[in-house]
């Protein structure tokens, strides 16, 4: 089926740190794949996206590839705020107008 | 104007009452969807309407009924819900008709609590 998997647990880190969430997905064919972040209190945001393998979706500092031989889009961010602070969530399209969203990450930069 | 609007913000229902959701955009989007999100877990799709008519029903019970009077605004209708029914249910459109491999704008969402 199609699926996503995200990393277990919160990731804790340093502002100006490095961050990377690892994301792999199961899919038939080559579904578009989606970061989506959340902020306490609110709704998703579209983070970035890649529709092809090879593509690198990039937005405020934010960084993922979406690799075919390795099954992944792993996120990225080279030096963290604490505004970045929020949940992660992994997603690939698939079917028409479905979405499969991973479990999310809990991100906590300390100032 | 790139907003999704959710009213009520916040909602506590008995099991008996009814209730409604609401969701408007203006973008001139033509898919609109339900969420549902428990803590700590992914949105969970409920529906979806395509061109002001419903696409997909991920199994929802009939309890929950979704309308859509126009392109611009999404309803959920809630009857005899249960505790397990609480949740953030969260509202969202996106500007095709069939594929989703643009942007999905969502809103804040309802926060519901049902005793």
């Known amino acids: 089926g199609n699926s996503v998997t995200q990393m277990e647990g919160p990731v804790t880190l340093s502002e100006e740190a490095f961050l990377t969430i690892n994301c792999t997905y199961t899919?038939?064919?080559?579904?578009?794949l989606f970061w989506y972040v959340q902020y306490p209190g609110e709704g998703l945001q579209l983070l970035l996206k890649a529709t092809k393998a090879d593509d690198k979706g990039s937005n405020k500092g934010f960084e993922a590839t979406y690799r075919k031989e390795t099954t992944s889009f792993h996120l990225e961010k080279g030096s963290v705020q604490v505004s970045d602070s929020a949940v992660y969530f992994c997603?690939?399209?698939?079917?028409?107008?479905?979405?499969?969203f991973g479990k999310g990450n809990q991100v906590v930069v300390i100032p | 104007d790139t907003e999704v609007t959710q009213t009520p913000k916040h909602l506590v229902m008995g099991m008996t009452n009814k209730k409604s959701l609401k969701c408007e955009q203006h973008?001139?989007?033509?898919?609109m969807y339900w969420y549902k999100q428990k803590a700590k877990k992914p949105p969970e799709l409920m529906f979806v309407?395509?061109?002001?008519?419903?696409?997909i029903n991920e199994s929802v019970p009939s309890r929950f009924s979704p309308e859509c009077p126009n392109s611009s605004l999404l309803n959920l209708h809630l009857h005899a819900l249960q505790p397990e029914d609480s949740a953030l249910y969260l509202c969202a459109s996106s500007q095709g008709g069939t594929r989703i491999n643009e942007k999905l704008f969502f809103g804040s969402g309802t926060q519901l609590s049902v005793l």
């Open positions: 309407y395509s061109y002001e008519k419903l696409s």
């Open positions: 899919a038939t064919g080559y579904p578009s």
């Open positions: 973008m001139g989007h033509r898919a």
């Open positions: 997603a690939l399209e698939y079917g028409n107008n479905r979405l499969a």
